[in-house]
Antibody, heavy 121, light 106 residues
Framework: QLQLQESGPGLVKPSETLSLTCTVSGGSISSSSYYWAWIRQPPGKGLDWIGSIYYSGSTYYNPSLKSRVTISVDTSKNQFSLKLNSVTAADTAMFYC?????????????WGRGTLVTVSS | SYELTQPPSVSVSPGQTASITCSGDKLGDKYASWYQQRPGQSPVLVIYQDNKRPSGIPERFSGSNSGTTATLTISGTQAMDEADYYCQAWDYSTDVFGGGTKLTVL
C-alpha cells in the first residue's frame, strides 16, 4: 500500500525559505504513470495547488506562486521536495503532498497526512 | 485565471439526497473531480473523471458534469458524510480547486 509522508520544520521565520520533503513508501516515485504534487490549505480555508513534478524532473507550478516555488525530486531516496521562498504569515498552512495519475486532465488519488507550517518570528 | 465556484454550505437531513454544485466556464468540457475532507483529516478522492468512484467509495456518491456545472450527489446521506467537499479541474497546465462546501447533516 503506497503511502506519502510529509516532513520538515513546523516553524519558519518571515522572509526565509520554507522547505518540505515528501517520502513515498510502498511504491516507486519513478513510476511513469504518476506526477507528484504539493497542495496547501491555510487554517480554516480551502485547498490551493502549489505545483507538480514528474520523476524526470519536469515541473509545472501555480502561476500565482511560480516566482517563489521550486519543486524537485530525488529518485534515489524516493522523495520529492518543496521550497517556498520569501515566506510571510499568509503562507501559514497545512501542506499536503499527493499523487496525481498522469499529466493533463487528472486528479489527486492519494494524499499524505499533511504537515502544518507556521510562519512567525 | 480559471475559477471554480461552490456554495459555502449545504444542509441535508439524514437519509435524504444532498447535491453540491461546482461552477466554472465551460466546466462540462473538462473532467471534474471531488474530494471529501472530514475535520482534522486529509482530503479523500470520492469522484474522478466526472462520475467515476475510486475503490472503497460508497455507491451513494455519484457525480455529473455538463455545461458550466459539475454536481456531486450523495444519496441516502449519512451522518458520516458531514464534511467539507471540494471540486477540482484542470485548466491550461493548472490544477484548480473550488472554494469548498461544508455539508451539514442535520
Amino acid at each position: 500500500q503506497l503511502q506519502l509522508q510529509e516532513s520538515g520544520p513546523g516553524l519558519v521565520k518571515p522572509s526565509e525559505t520554507l522547505s518540505l520533503t515528501c517520502t513515498v513508501s510502498g511504491g516507486s516515485i519513478s513510476s511513469s504513470s504518476y506526477y507528484w504534487a504539493w497542495i496547501r490549505q491555510p487554517p480554516g480555508k480551502g485547498l490551493d495547488w502549489i505545483g507538480s513534478i514528474y520523476y524526470s524532473g519536469s515541473t509545472y507550478y501555480n502561476p500565482s506562486l511560480k516566482s517563489r516555488v521550486t519543486i524537485s525530486v530525488d529518485t534515489s531516496k524516493n522523495q520529492f521536495s518543496l521550497k517556498l521562498n520569501s515566506v510571510t504569515a499568509a503562507d501559514t498552512a497545512m501542506f499536503y503532498c499527493a499523487r496525481r495519475p498522469g499529466r493533463g486532465e487528472s486528479h489527486f488519488d492519494l494524499w499524505g497526512r499533511g504537515t502544518l507550517v507556521t510562519v512567525s518570528s | 485565471s480559471y475559477e471554480l465556484t461552490q456554495p459555502p454550505s449545504v444542509s441535508v437531513s439524514p437519509g435524504q439526497t444532498a447535491s453540491i454544485t461546482c461552477s466554472g466556464d465551460k466546466l462540462g468540457d473538462k473532467y471534474a473531480s471531488w474530494y471529501q475532507q472530514r475535520p482534522g483529516q486529509s482530503p479523500v478522492l470520492v469522484i474522478y473523471q466526472d462520475n467515476k468512484r475510486p475503490s472503497g467509495i460508497p455507491e451513494r456518491f455519484s457525480g455529473s458534469n455538463s455545461g458550466t456545472t459539475a454536481t456531486l450527489t450523495i444519496s441516502g446521506t449519512q451522518a458520516m458524510d458531514e464534511a467539507d467537499y471540494y471540486c477540482q479541474a484542470w485548466d491550461y497546465s493548472t490544477d484548480v480547486f473550488g472554494g469548498g462546501t461544508k455539508l451539514t447533516v442535520l
